[in-house]
């Protein structure tokens, strides 16, 4: 089920059986933009940068997203902090879904980001 664009999921992702060598974030899709689903070119973006970025990729915590939502529009994700916060929480759901514990998570990536909505 695809709906394309929308920044905040819906919480009803059913756990899928699925090897994350990639990606583990649901509907993250090369050629589509996570962010506002625009199809086309693509970026990969770890989801937990500097000091994290490691971990991003070694637990599949990336999503590709378009140019704009990047890096260049005013809601980019490198230039907007709500919406990087938004992408981590949503990163954090997924690794606690199908990696480990919130214990696990924080000791990793050393904060947790769903405290504090
Ligand atoms: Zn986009
Ligand atoms: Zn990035």
């Given at each position: 089920m695809k709906q394309g664009?929308?920044?905040?999921?819906?919480?009803?992702t059913r756990k899928k059986r699925?090897?994350?060598?990639?990606?583990?974030?649901?509907?993250?899709?090369?050629?589509?933009?996570?962010?506002?689903?625009?199809?086309g070119y693509t970026e990969r973006h770890?989801?937990?940068?500097?000091?994290n970025r490691k971990y991003s990729e070694q637990y599949g915590l990336t999503v590709y997203l378009c140019p704009e939502c990047h890096r260049?529009?005013?809601?980019a994700v490198h230039r907007n902090k709500e919406v990087r916060i938004t992408l981590q929480r949503i990163g954090q759901r997924a690794f606690e879904e199908k990696c480990g514990s919130r214990e696990q998570f924080v000791k990793t990536f050393g904060k947790n980001y769903l405290e504090e909505e």
């Amino acid at each position: 089920m695809k709906q394309g664009g929308l920044l905040f999921p819906k919480e009803s992702t059913r756990k899928k059986r699925k090897k994350h060598h990639k990606s583990i974030i649901d509907r993250d899709m090369k050629n589509q933009c996570f962010i506002c689903g625009k199809t086309g070119y693509t970026e990969r973006h770890h989801i937990y940068g500097s000091a994290n970025r490691k971990y991003s990729e070694q637990y599949g915590l990336t999503v590709y997203l378009c140019p704009e939502c990047h890096r260049t529009s005013d809601i980019a994700v490198h230039r907007n902090k709500e919406v990087r916060i938004t992408l981590q929480r949503i990163g954090q759901r997924a690794f606690e879904e199908k990696c480990g514990s919130r214990e696990q998570f924080v000791k990793t990536f050393g904060k947790n980001y769903l405290e504090e909505e």
